[in-house]
């Protein structure tokens, strides 16, 4: 990127978050069959040699703009499985993450994704006593079948033991991960599964549909006839279970697959869905600046190769203009239940939101997919249910 002087937006007007840096940790016990991120097997040598890379790499986007100009309010290592790495490395490349840039001392969010029967309770504590306030962990399911068969490494007890540890470790944010529309899953095993989880009190859950991604081993055995998933009428029951069971709880839906107690909104996604600018490391990692957004390769040995010699680590590139900008930053930002504020969203932009999409956004109006409150535009219950075909209207 140029080093010539350029006008940082102040996002903090928007979300009240900030940029954040994202290291992404490729290596996995064992690949998911539903997975599509870039991730490999681990080895003694291969962890080594990343955790070098990624030192090498800090010390020189350091001195790069916009990096060295920002401070960044939140961090996030995520995966990949990043509690397969030895915990005093992980700890190590926290400190030289928060040596290289400038970070919000006490007030950043410290995020980590362990998946279960990865880490234990002494390397928990240390993880904490490194500086990690925020766990996410990796359940998925509590049913042994369905984690059977969508290629997960662990069992149920074993995802309930890791929360259990990771309270004692001293955690006091932990989100769960968990999906819903798996293989033969009926309704009334996501409502067990979905209660037993909210009986554990965690800060967050992330609850995602599963989506089959082209090319995956799941997505080839459903071609093949080899597997079934539920149908449309399933997972629309489902998502109102879900709905039900959120609405007698302490827990808010602020985001279309993610539901948190008061004050523990995950504040670094939030900066994703407010399209702000953030740091990606690692191979396969993404990086996003005043519209313009680059990838690391998918590819660790160009990774490990690159702090060697000087040839380019970087992939896709996208260059948006103004416009394009403006309209995804409207999407992306739908997909809070909070909506966008359209006063804040010109001041930005310098684009009247209303004058830009007119008949269309008067159509989804009419259509009570959207609501206008004041200056506030957001999904209604009806547009949430059918995020996709709004965002489709506005892109």
């Known amino acids: 990127m140029s080093s010539a002087k350029a006008h940082w937006p102040d996002l903090t007007s ?8 994202y290291l992404h940790v490729p290596f996995c016990l064992s690949k998911c069959s539903y997975c599509s991120f870039y991730s490999c097997t681990a080895t003694d040598t291969g962890i080594r040699q990343y955790h070098a890379a990624v030192l090498k790499r800090l010390n020189t986007l350091r001195h790069h703009a916009p990096w060295k100009s920002l401070t960044f309010t939140t961090i996030f290592f ?8 030895p915990v005093p490395l992980l700890a190590e490349l926290l400190a030289r993450i928060k040596e290289s840039f400038s970070i919000t001392s006490d007030q950043a969010e410290i995020s980590i994704e362990v998946n279960p029967a990865t880490i234990d309770q002494e ?13 996410s962990i990796g359940f998925q399911s509590l049913d042994d079948q369905q984690l059977k068969r969508i290629g997960r490494p662990h069992s149920a007890n074993d995802a309930l033991e890791t929360y259990v540890t990771a309270r004692k470790a001293g955690f006091s944010n932990i989100s769960i991960d968990l999906m819903y529309g798996l293989p033969d899953q009926t309704p009334e095993q996501w409502k067990k599964i979905l209660g037993q989880t909210m009986e554990l009190k965690p800060e967050h859950i992330s609850m995602y549909e599963l989506t089959l991604e082209p090319g995956t081993p799941l997505a ?3 071609d093949r006839g080899e597997i079934s998933l539920p149908d449309e009428d399933a997972v629309m029951e489902m998502m109102e279970i879900t709905r ?11 985001e279309i697959s993610n539901y948190a107690r008061p004050g523990f909104r995950c504040r670094h996604n939030l900066n994703y869905w407010n399209n702000g600018s953030y740091l990606g490391i690692g191979p396969g990692a993404v990086s996003a600046f005043e519209g313009k957004r680059w990838s690391t ?21 996208e260059v948006l203009n103004h416009e394009a900008y403006f309209r995804e930053t409207v999407v992306i930002g739908l997909r809070l239940t909070d909506g966008i504020d359209l006063k804040k969203l010109h001041d930005r932009f310098s684009i009247d939101p209303m004058t830009y999409y007119d008949k269309t956004l008067t159509h989804l109006i009419a259509q009570k997919l ?5 200056w506030n535009l957001s999904l209604t219950k009806h547009g949430l249910a059918l995020a996709n075909t709004v965002m489709a209207e506005l892109v």
């Open 370 to 374: 959207l609501k206008l409150e004041g």
């Open 220 to 222: 080839s055995a459903v």
């Open 123 to 135: 390397g928990l504590g240390k993880l904490r006593h490194a500086g990690f306030n925020r766990l």
């Open 244 to 254: 039900e069971t959120i609405s007698h709880s302490p827990f808010k839906r602020y």
């Open 297 to 317: 390769r998918e590819d660790l040995a160009q990774f490990l190769d690159a702090t060697k010699t000087p040839r380019s680590i970087e992939g896709e590139e």
């Open 78 to 85: 995520g995966g990949g499985t990043p509690s397969i790495l």
């Open 14 to 21: 928007m979300d009240k978050t900030g940029p954040g840096v």
